[in-house]
């Protein structure tokens, strides 16, 4: 089975912290997705990865970065967290034009 | 502009009520079409993925189907651990990155 895996399930973070997720995958995929999902506003995509080192803005970068050092590593940065970034954060990956298999989710909390 | 959109928003069924969720896309050349089951708090988790107008994919109490321009998923005889949300999602035109539409919230009553 496909295995992805997120560092953290909750998390709370003072405003201005700098916040690091972390998200691994088993399966040796090419892509990795990082997204943020909200009440009424659905599936938004921060940011993906198509191969090591090499990353695109999604939908809504504003206020995050990201890292991909290795294949199965995929990292979202939160370089100055506020409140506005209370949310549920969801990683995902997959081969091209394939599904994408997610991670169970870090619900982050800034206070 | 290639757009995912799914109907209706919420679907409340008594355990036993047959009922079928719609997935319309806008997006030229399909390359696959995918569904979701997501539970709250937690992160989606793939059900189906279809290719081609005429396919259908079956698992458990759900069957999905597609057309050229829409997908169903159907839920045959619901139980409440159907209750969820249900996800569609597809690659757009030109790119590999999936656009999910706003899904479906199905709750099933004993």
């Known amino acids: 089975d496909v295995k992805v895996t997120q560092s953290s399930r909750y998390l709370v973070k003072r405003t201005g912290e700098k916040v690091f997720l972390e998200c691994v995958q088993d399966?040796?995929?090419?892509?990795m997705f990082w997204y943020r999902q909200d009440p009424g506003l659905g599936l938004r995509l921060i940011y993906f990865?198509?191969?090591?080192?090499?990353?695109e803005k999604g939908d809504i970068p504003e206020g995050y970065s990201v890292s991909r050092e290795k294949k199965e590593r995929f990292s979202l940065i939160l370089e100055s967290a506020s409140t506005n970034q209370t949310s549920m954060y969801l990683c995902?990956?997959?081969?091209?034009?394939?599904?994408?298999?997610f991670g169970q989710g870090t619900r982050l909390t800034v206070v | 502009e290639d757009q995912v959109t799914q109907s209706p928003e919420a679907l409340r069924l008594q355990e036993g009520e047959s009922s079928s969720l719609n997935c319309s896309y806008t997006?030229?050349?399909?390359?696959?079409l995918f569904w979701y089951r997501q539970d709250p708090g937690k992160g989606p988790e793939f059900l189906f993925t279809?290719?081609?107008a005429g396919e259908e994919k079956e698992k458990e109490r759900l069957k999905a189907t597609l057309t050229k321009k829409e997908s169903f998923l159907h839920i045959t005889a619901p139980k409440p651990e159907d209750s969820a949300t249900y996800l569609c999602?597809?690659?757009?035109?030109?790119?590999?990155?999936?656009?999910f539409g706003a899904g479906t919230t199905v709750t099933v009553r004993a």
């Open positions: 995902a990956s997959s081969w091209s034009n394939t599904e994408a298999f």
């Open positions: 999602a597809v690659p757009p035109s030109n790119d590999y990155k999936l656009s």
């Open positions: 990865s198509y191969d090591v080192k090499m990353k």
């Open positions: 279809l290719y081609s």
């Open positions: 399966m040796d995929h090419e892509n």
């Open positions: 997006v030229s050349g399909l390359r696959g």
